[in-house]
Structures are given as structure tokens and as C-alpha cells.
């Protein structure tokens, strides 16, 4: 298995809704992150997992808030967010932090 | 922290002609070069990588150059295709940081 998987694909939240984008990866990968990507932009990093610790928080507003279960899954839990976090949002992994990473096909988040 | 510069921002080709892009990083410990190519509408892909022991890498009609001394790094593509039309991210990893961050994009568009 040499995929990332990114689960839901679209998601339409409104501003007082809780919900949660999971990824999953089966290639042994001991990091794994969050990155959002506006349109026309380069990603932006939000979050790095190395061996399921979280090891670098881009000052990311605390209405997002990552969780890695295990050494397959992370989680991004979203909550009271505004429509200007609409974005599409990748995860990613690679098997240390100075390696390649694998994206997933990420999550389309609409916030209305 | 890293900065860094991709150029041109666009590229328009003809199909069959070379094209090169430039990235510039100003973090000299930076030991890892990718480039990654996104289609419209899906995930970023690592196409050719280089480590800091090697000065050039090719992948049948792609290739990167690295020069440390002068902090840049280039991708090359040979007789494009319109299917090469993306846009074109560099990411230089500094070391043992996991805090990859990526050029601004170069769309480049191979017209038949």
C-alpha cells in the first residue's frame, strides 16, 4: 500500500458545528501532517507528528486540533470554525522528517 | 526561518520545448530538494528529489541541479507534453525539522 488516505472528500460545516478529517496510512511512515491550501497557493503547514508526537504547531488557531491515535491515523478536529478556514486541507506522510512526502488527495472543507 | 523564491511564477511553452524553473532558499543547512507537481484539482506529487552530496539527478525527461554554493536548485523538463501542464512546487528541507515549506508555485502550461 503506497497511498495516503483522506476520508471525507468534500465537507460543508457550519460555524457552530464539531467535525473530524481523518487520514490513514499503511507505509510504515513515522511522520505525518496537516496542511492547508487555498486556491492558487502553495500548502501551508499547520501541523508535524513525529512517532506520534506532535513536534512542530504553526501557530495554528486552537479551533483546529490535531490527534495521532496510533502510527497510522491522524486527525484534524475541527470546531467553531469561519468561512475563511474553507479550504482544501492535505495530509501527508514520510517515512522521517527529511524525507518525501506521500499526500493523501485531501479533504474539501466549505465553512458556512 | 527558510525563505524561499520560485521563478518564473508562469512558463508557456510549446510542446516538443525544455523548460526550467528556479528555486532559491536562503537556509544553508537545507539537505533535502524536492519538487513536487500538482495537477488542478489534485494532491501535490513528488516528481524528482536530490540530497546536498549530489549535484544533478535526471528521471528520464526530468532532471534537478543543485548548486549549494549559490543556494539554488532547478528543475529541468525535456521535450514537454501537455499532460507535464501543473503547477510546480519546490520544498528545501532544512534538517531534522519535518518543517517543510514550499515555493509560491510555478504554473507551467505546454501548449499543443
Known amino acids: 500500500d503506497t497511498e495516503v488516505t483522506q476520508t471525507p472528500k468534500h465537507l460543508v460545516m457550519g460555524m457552530t458545528n464539531k467535525k473530524s478529517l481523518k487520514c490513514e496510512q499503511h507505509?510504515?511512515?513515522?511522520?505525518m501532517y496537516w496542511y492547508k491550501q487555498k486556491a492558487k497557493k502553495p500548502p501551508e503547514l499547520m501541523f508535524v507528528y513525529s512517532y506520534e508526537k506532535l513536534s512542530i504547531n504553526e501557530s495554528v488557531p486552537s479551533r483546529f486540533s490535531p490527534e495521532c491515535p496510533n502510527s497510522s491515523l491522524l486527525n484534524l478536529h475541527l470546531h467553531a470554525l469561519q468561512p475563511e478556514d474553507s479550504a482544501l486541507y492535505l495530509c501527508a506522510s514520510s517515512q522521517g522528517t527529511g524525507d518525501g512526502y506521500t499526500f493523501g488527495s485531501g479533504t474539501r472543507l466549505t465553512v458556512v | 526561518g527558510e525563505n524561499v523564491e520560485q521563478h518564473p511564477s508562469t512558463l508557456s511553452v510549446q510542446e516538443g520545448d525544455s523548460a526550467v524553473i528556479k528555486c532559491t532558499y536562503s537556509d544553508s543547512a537545507s539537505n533535502y530538494f524536492p519538487w513536487y507537481k500538482q495537477e488542478l484539482g489534485k494532491r501535490p506529487q513528488l516528481i524528482i528529489d536530490i540530497r546536498s552530496n549530489v549535484g544533478e539527478k535526471k528521471d528520464q525527461r526530468i532532471a534537478v541541479t543543485l548548486n549549494k554554493t549559490a543556494k539554488h536548485f532547478s528543475l529541468h523538463i525535456t521535450e514537454t507534453q501537455p499532460e507535464d501542464s501543473a503547477v510546480y512546487f519546490c520544498?528545501?528541507?532544512?534538517?531534522?525539522?519535518?518543517?517543510?515549506?514550499f515555493g509560491q508555485g510555478t504554473t507551467l502550461q505546454v501548449k499543443p
Open positions: 507505509m510504515g511512515h513515522r511522520a
Open positions: 520544498a528545501p528541507h532544512p534538517p531534522n525539522t519535518g518543517k517543510l515549506i
